[in-house]
């Protein structure tokens, strides 16, 4: 899958599954469970036990599924990632030599930012997305909506905290797509074996994700149509 795709894929679904487990055997399980849930991503964290040789077995076994890298935390670990078959690196934080790394490799990268000067330096350096860490903590959909006023053409990824509660209220606010752990992937769901509750749990999230956009666009229609815009003059 060339990169353009992957990148048209993240954000037409909109929900990057994290998994940050103890075992290679539950991050299996919860791939497995993410994927026959309906959403077909998965961002492995670097946190998980052999997650690079996880991620070779990943690919091979699953080819409809992008997987991709996360926690990643220096360049050496992004090309052992790249090796192994990884479709994208994210980092929690702000590191412009992974994010250079990843563009000279042409392969889909989004790094951890959070204050304005760390997302502008991360998509002057070449950044597809910025994912804003840890988001819930610094002020949720309102802090992603302050951050779009200044940076409208930066597509902003939350994460950090998103729940069903607030799932929507960040896609309303400008965000691009949701990165989200332990509200979609319970730790007891993987432990018990519970691959319906995760299905579940994917359903609506996606359809909270699709209920937001629609909400989104029929509001800046509306708005057009009282300012009058009708897009860019020819």
Not at 76 to 89: K, N, P, Q, S, Y
Request: a neutral charge; hydrophobic letters at 45%; proline letters at 6%.
């Amino acid at each position: 899958m060339t990169k353009e795709r992957i990148r048209a894929r993240l954000e037409e679904i909109g929900i990057i599954p994290a998994i940050r487990v103890s075992s290679t055997e539950d991050a299996r399980f919860a791939v497995e469970a993410i994927a026959s849930g309906g959403i077909p991503i998965v961002e492995l964290t670097m946190t998980v036990p052999e997650a690079v040789e996880l991620i070779s077995g990943l690919v091979r076994s699953n080819p409809d599924v992008i997987v991709g890298a996360g926690t990643i935390l220096d360049t050496a670990t992004a090309h052992r990632c790249l090796d192994a078959g990884a479709a994208f690196l994210t980092t929690p934080g702000l590191d412009l030599s992974i994010v250079e790394f990843a563009v000279a490799k042409d392969v889909v990268v989004f790094p951890g930012a959070l204050t304005p000067t760390e997302v502008m330096m991360a998509w002057k350096a070449g950044a597809d997305f910025v994912k804003v860490f840890p988001c819930s903590q610094v002020g949720g959909p309102r802090y992603i909506k302050a951050l779009k006023d200044p940076f409208p053409q930066v597509p902003l990824i939350a994460s950090g905290g998103v729940n069903q509660e607030t799932a929507a209220d960040f896609i309303l606010a400008g965000a691009i797509a949701l990165g989200i752990g332990g509200a979609l992937i319970p730790h007891e769901s993987i432990e018990r074996r519970q691959p319906h509750r995760i299905h579940e749990l994917a359903r609506r999230f996606a359809a909270i994700v699709e209920s937001a956009r629609s909400r989104a666009a029929a509001g800046k229609k509306s708005l057009d149509s009282v300012t009058g815009s009708t897009g860019p003059a020819h």
